[in-house]
């Protein structure tokens, strides 16, 4: 069964880099998914931020594409998101969720994790 | 950019139907995939492509794809189905991924 699981600071300093990492289990990252990221501010909903092939090829949300950049690991089987210059309207939970390649849907997640922007 | 759009809360009695829509223009033309969400927790595909199921969700979770509305469905809701719901499509034409603003599903 795959599994997700995110990995960072919970606490970001603005104007710095968000960086956190997600690694995966029961299934290779190179096989046929997009692994992606998406975000909920406390109260609010979701927001995708990108995704990420095992070639590295990348989609991204127009609004953050100056902002982000993705990667993989396959000797780890992880990906990765930064972020740069974070301000407090980054603060959000940031979930990584796996997209098959011929399907638009996330049909795993990893349970979240909350990081804070705040000096 | 394309703009789908939600309604901010449905509630519903046990046991009553609850229909959850997703407007867009045109949105027939696209895959349409729904999210259950519970506090705390991840969201949960329930519906993908319009209408199918995943594995292990309940057959009183159906969805429907026409017009300018897409739906979602829950028959005989429970307690354990209150949650937030986002609709969801891939567009490779603009945004590639595109979610809706969530709705509030409230069992009486």
């Known amino acids: 069964q795959v599994q997700l699981q995110e990995s960072g600071p919970g606490l970001v300093t603005p104007s710095e880099t968000l960086s956190l990492t997600c690694g995966v289990s029961g299934y290779s990252l190179s096989n046929d998914y997009y692994w992606g990221w998406v975000r909920q501010p406390p109260g609010k909903g979701l927001e995708w931020i990108g995704s990420v092939y095992h070639s590295g090829r990348t989609f991204d949300n127009p609004s953050l594409r100056s902002r982000v950049t993705m990667s993989v690991d396959m000797s780890k089987n992880q990906f990765s998101l930064n972020l740069i210059s974070v301000t407090a309207a980054d603060t959000a939970v940031f979930y990584c969720a796996a997209r098959p390649s011929r399907g638009g849907y996330f049909d795993y997640w990893g349970q979240g994790i909350l990081v804070t922007v705040s000096s | 950019s394309y703009v789908v759009t939600q309604p901010p809360s449905v509630s519903v009695a046990p046991g009553q139907t609850a229909r959850i829509t997703c407007g867009g223009n045109?949105?027939?033309?696209?895959?349409i995939h729904w999210y259950q969400q519970k506090p705390g927790q991840a969201p949960v595909l329930v519906v993908y492509?319009?209408?199918d199921r995943p594995s292990g969700i309940p057959e009183r979770f159906s969805g429907s794809n026409s017009g300018n509305t897409a739906t979602l469905t829950i028959t005989s809701v429970e307690a354990g189905d209150e949650a937030d719901y986002y609709c969801?499509?891939?567009?490779?034409?603009?945004?590639?991924?595109?979610f809706g603003g969530g709705t509030k599903l409230t069992v009486l």
């Open positions: 492509d319009d209408s």
């Open positions: 045109n949105i027939q033309r696209k895959n």
């Open positions: 969801q499509f891939w567009d490779t034409s603009s945004d590639p991924v595109v």
